[in-house]
Each structure stands twice: as structure tokens, then as C-alpha cells.
Antibody
Framework: QVQLQESGPGLVKPSQTLSLTCTVSGGSISSGSYYWSWIRQPAGKGLEWIGRIYTSGSTNYNPSLKSRVTISIDTSKNQFSLKLSSVTAADTAVYYC?????????????????WGQGTLVTVSS | SSELTQDPAVSVALGQTVRITCQGDSLRNYYASWYQQKPGQAPVLVIYGKNNRPSGIPDRFSGSSSGNTASLTITGAQAEDEADYYCNSRDTSGNYYVFGTGTKVTVL
């Protein structure tokens, strides 16, 4: 059973770059035809999809964040990563990594399962 | 701004049925997925595709869609169903994903 775990600094200064890594266990990140996504949630607010990466390295980003986001994949480490530049307090949130649902030979892009437990990133000086 | 709109809150008596709706133009072309989120926890997928439940999700959860509205129905709500529920689907261009605004379900 695939499990995801986010890691990275919990505190980032304004204007700096937020960097997070999602480590995949229980399976190879490069097996199958999965998209791997990042999603965030400010405290008390709703979910926001940040972007995704395919095992080939192709990416899609939320247009509202596209100018500041880079998602990459390292198959040798079974990890994918998020970089968000020029952060402000508005980027303070719990950041989740997630994979598309796969069921009986069918992929369901945009149906996220499993999820990581999430990691809180606070942007503050 | 989110392109999928949900009612902020609904309540349901224990054992009764509640329907949570999600409205958006993209739902005319794409299925919605539904997630349950309890305080301090990651969201959990409860419905995906036309009306599929991951293993471990009780069959009292079901999904449906009509026009620009997707619905999640809980038939015979239990105390443990009290949570926030989010829909998600593609945006109208089909190029990225959006989440609904979320619905807080209270079981009375």
C-alpha cells in the first residue's frame, strides 16, 4: 500500500522560497501512469490544488500560482518536490502531497488517494 | 476564486439522509470527486468517478450528477460522518483542478 510523507522547513521567511519534498513508500514512484500532486490548505479555509507532475516529468500548475511554482520528481529517491518562490504570509498553509486514484486498471486523474498527512508551513520573519 | 460552489453548512439528524451539492460549469463535462475531512486530518476520498467508493468507505455514501451539479448523499448519517466535505473536479478549461468551497456537516 503506497504511503506519502511530506517533509521540509516549517518556517520560511517572506520573499524566500518554500521547498517541500514528498517521499513515496510502499511502491515505486515511476511505476504506473500516475500524476503526483501538491495541494494546500490555509488554516480554517478550503483546499487549493497547486500542481502536479507525471512520472515522465511533465507538469501542470494552477494558473494562480504558476509563475511561482516548480514541481520536480526524483525517481532515484522515490520523491517529488515543490518549490514556491517569493512567499508571503498568504502562503502559510498545510501542504499535502497526493496521488491520483488507481482502481482495477483504471486511473482517475484528479481523484486524490492516497494523501500524505500534511505539513504546516508558516511564512513569517 | 473557486469555480465549484458548495453550501457552507448543513445539518442532519442522526440516521437521516443529507445531500451535499457542488455546482460548477465544468461539472457538465467532468465527474466530481468527494472528500471527507475531519479536524486535524488529511482529506479522505469517499466518492470518485461516476459513483465509486474506495474500500473502507461505507455504502451509505453515494454520488450523483445532473447538469452542472454534483451531489454527495449520506443515507442514514452517523455521528462519525460529522466533518467537512469537499468536491473537486477539473476547471472549465479542463487544464487544472479545482476544489469546492466546502460544506460543514453537523449530525444532530
Amino acid at each position: 500500500q503506497v504511503q506519502l510523507q511530506e517533509s521540509g522547513p516549517g518556517l520560511v521567511k517572506p520573499s524566500q522560497t518554500l521547498s517541500l519534498t514528498c517521499t513515496v513508500s510502499g511502491g515505486s514512484i515511476s511505476s504506473g501512469s500516475y500524476y503526483w500532486s501538491w495541494i494546500r490548505q490555509p488554516a480554517g479555509k478550503g483546499l487549493e490544488w497547486i500542481g502536479r507532475i507525471y512520472t515522465s516529468g511533465s507538469t501542470n500548475y494552477n494558473p494562480s500560482l504558476k509563475s511561482r511554482v516548480t514541481i520536480s520528481i526524483d525517481t532515484s529517491k522515490n520523491q517529488f518536490s515543490l518549490k514556491l518562490s517569493s512567499v508571503t504570509a498568504a502562503d502559510t498553509a498545510v501542504y499535502y502531497c497526493a496521488r491520483d486514484r488507481y482502481d482495477s486498471g483504471v486511473y482517475y486523474p484528479g481523484s486524490f488517494d492516497p494523501w500524505g498527512q500534511g505539513t504546516l508551513v508558516t511564512v513569517s520573519s | 476564486s473557486s469555480e465549484l460552489t458548495q453550501d457552507p453548512a448543513v445539518s442532519v439528524a442522526l440516521g437521516q439522509t443529507v445531500r451535499i451539492t457542488c455546482q460548477g460549469d465544468s461539472l457538465r463535462n467532468y465527474y466530481a470527486s468527494w472528500y471527507q475531512q475531519k479536524p486535524g486530518q488529511a482529506p479522505v476520498l469517499v466518492i470518485y468517478g461516476k459513483n465509486n467508493r474506495p474500500s473502507g468507505i461505507p455504502d451509505r455514501f453515494s454520488g450523483s450528477s445532473s447538469g452542472n451539479t454534483a451531489s454527495l448523499t449520506i443515507t442514514g448519517a452517523q455521528a462519525e460522518d460529522e466533518a467537512d466535505y469537499y468536491c473537486n473536479s477539473r476547471d472549465t478549461s479542463g487544464n487544472y483542478y479545482v476544489f469546492g468551497t466546502g460544506t460543514k456537516v453537523t449530525v444532530l
